[in-house]
């Protein structure tokens, strides 16, 4: 019963939508997946979708729980990071943080 029930644990995700500067998303995406690639527990997966033929793009971060997602994004090396991706935005970006209701795979 226990896998069950950890079956139906919601996820949760941090959804980031932001502009770059023109012509700065290809070395934003490199960033992004270096910062990606410093998560540990809790880390369920992530996506960065662009707008065609523009530079405006959201990034969905997929966590086990809240608490995991925040001991994630204050290591060292995920801060440094974002500080080197920081004035690639035209202004900061905009982030919210959603419970996961529904998940359909293929």
Not at 4 to 14: C, M, V
Not at 84 to 105: D, G, N, R, W
Request: charged content about 25%; aromatic content about 14%.
């Amino acid at each position: 019963m226990t896998e069950f029930l950890d079956f139906l644990k919601p996820k949760f995700a941090y959804v980031a939508l932001g502009e770059f500067k023109p012509g700065k998303f290809e070395e934003a995406q490199q960033l992004y997946e270096k910062a990606v690639s410093t998560y540990g527990q809790g880390f369920k997966g992530a996506y960065l979708l662009r707008e065609p033929g523009t530079d405006k793009g959201i990034a969905i971060i997929l966590w086990e729980s809240q608490e995991d997602m925040e001991a994630n994004q204050h290591n060292v090396a995920y801060e440094a990071i974002l500080a080197q991706m920081s004035h690639l935005f035209t202004k900061a970006p905009t982030t919210s943080f959603y419970e996961v209701c529904s998940e359909i795979h293929q």
